[in-house]
């Protein structure tokens, strides 16, 4: 099949977070199994101009120019020797800025004209996608375009990878970017109220709609998290489905991951712990090493219960023995309270205020347990990461977090790691000294952390789940 993924971000030319590693890992799974994969993102000022073909487009009065990243370059971004899929980027034009979310109005005329260039692009001439794949509100407004281009035909398939930022703007705002033709195509309530709402007028017109988990397609048909979109999400109906994301071994694995000092495997678990030590050594945290260590790499937000864990923290830091690192930036608030925690605990906690790609894998790696204490999770990919390194999930059961783990059983030796319930300090404190009981019995231990590396969530076993649903298409 000839497959057309359209998004915002992309693994490793564009990423803020989980959306770029899924394209890429599914992109990449796709490709390997035979399939044609191009991808289409915008051509962010920091990408360096590529010099490959460049195809120029025509839709609805406006011209796009797409240019494909040479072969070679993507190759070499990838870091693998294997063939990418083909990468094209968007000529932006005037509308460049130097972030890949100006998190103004600039964000609806760059992904206006990221959706039209992809409904134009699965019409033109040429090479032209048998599925076009779009995925979270940046590229929703795809199927929308397709229904004022009778050349482009090709199915649409709509991936939610958080139905919590859904892409709402001034109801002006498709005159004010030149695409008011636009208008007579959009589902009445998704200009409604005086907004303009990209994400539900994708779930209207998308021929499927997915989303990274089968529990989280179920939740957010429901009001406490469909963020205002239930109505429409229930009514897709069958055609709303939960698909799992997967893990790229190839990027997260402990036995090549090219950012540790050396490598290990579920048999040999000593360099392991020659890691945290180097961890320890590194962040100047005085933590004995036979004390259990604690990594949570996250984006701080309120839907992460970030501010949960920092609540509970006060109680564990002072009975239990554990130490604590953080890494991750967003909420102004909530990283002034690590700050302060961290001030407060200098020998038992260290907080790094930052997007470190690097540091977040020698976390994973030398830390004995990471919490996701997730108010809502979509899919999840850092209890997925954490599975591999041996590092065990202490998770809250929502989303794709209860799909990934199970709560572990020191009597049948099954389970991969802790599942607590109640998106609160007590459910969180819960978990985590569940977890620290379970190591401070090295039988169960060793078990427990055979299962999480024994874990399979690779995107060879997930990319079939998307074959099958092109095909329904076609």
């Not at 120019?65 to 370059?73: F, I, Q």
């Not at 001439?125 to 229904?147: E, I, K, M, N, S």
């Not at 997730?374 to 591999?388: D, N």
């Amino acid at each position: 099949m000839k497959i057309l993924m359209v998004c915002a971000e992309l693994a490793p030319w564009a990423k803020t977070g989980g959306l770029a590693d899924a394209v890429a890992g599914l992109s990449d799974a796709l490709g390997a199994a035979g399939h044609d994969v191009r991808v289409l993102l915008p051509a962010y000022p920091h990408i360096e101009p590529p010099r490959g073909n460049r195809h120029v487009l025509e839709a609805l009065g406006r011209r796009f120019v797409v240019t494909e990243l040479e072969a070679e370059r993507t190759a070499e971004h990838s870091g693998r020797r294997r063939a990418r899929p083909r990468v094209l980027l968007l000529d932006l034009e005037d509308l460049t800025g130097d972030a890949i979310y100006m998190n103004d109005a600039r964000d609806a005329g760059r992904f206006l004209r990221l959706s039209a260039a992809a409904a134009a692009l699965s019409g033109a001439g040429g090479w032209q996608p048998d599925v076009v794949h779009c995925h979270d509100w940046h590229t929703a407004l795809v199927p929308v375009f397709q229904r004022l281009m009778p050349s482009s035909r090709a199915p649409c398939v709509l991936t939610l990878h958080n139905v919590g930022y859904q892409g709402v703007f001034a109801d002006d705002v498709l005159a004010l970017h030149g695409f008011g033709a636009l208008e007579p195509a959009f589902p009445a309530d998704a200009r409604s109220g005086g907004a303009t709402n990209f994400l539900r007028a994708g779930v209207r017109l998308a021929d499927r709609v997915t989303t990274v988990s089968p529990t989280y397609a179920e939740e957010i048909r429901r009001p406490e998290l469909g963020m205002g979109l239930e109505d429409a999400l229930r009514a897709r109906g069958s055609a709303l489905i939960g698909i799992l994301n997967g893990v790229d071994y190839g990027v997260w694995s402990p036995e090549l991951d090219p950012f540790l000092p050396e490598h290990y495997g579920p048999n040999d678990l000593l360099p392991k712990r020659r890691i945290k030590q180097a961890l320890l050594d590194r962040l100047a945290l005085p933590l004995g090493l036979d004390e259990p260590l604690i990594g949570v790499v996250s984006r701080l937000a309120v839907q992460k219960g970030i501010d949960l864990l920092a609540a509970a923290l006060p109680a564990l830091l002072e009975d239990t023995t554990a130490g604590f690192v953080f890494l991750g930036n967003g909420d102004a608030g909530l990283a002034a309270e690590l700050r302060g925690l961290a001030a407060l605990h200098p020998a038992r906690l260290k907080f790094t205020e930052a997007f470190d790609e690097a540091l977040s894998h020698w976390i994973f790696a030398g830390s004995d347990l990471t919490v996701v204490p997730s108010r809502y999770e979509p899919c999840g990919l850092t209890q997925l990461y954490a599975l591999r390194y041996g590092t065990i999930p202490v998770v809250r059961a929502t989303g794709g977090l209860a799909d990934t783990i199970e709560h572990f059983d020191p009597a049948t030796g099954a389970g991969n790691g802790s599942v607590f319930l109640d998106a609160d300090p007590q459910g969180v404190a819960w978990g985590v000294r569940t977890a620290l009981g379970w190591f401070a019995n090295p039988a169960a231990w060793r078990q427990l952390v055979r299962n999480a590396m024994a874990a399979d969530f690779s995107w060879p076993r997930q990319a079939p789940h998307y074959e099958e649903l092109y095909r329904s298409l076609l």
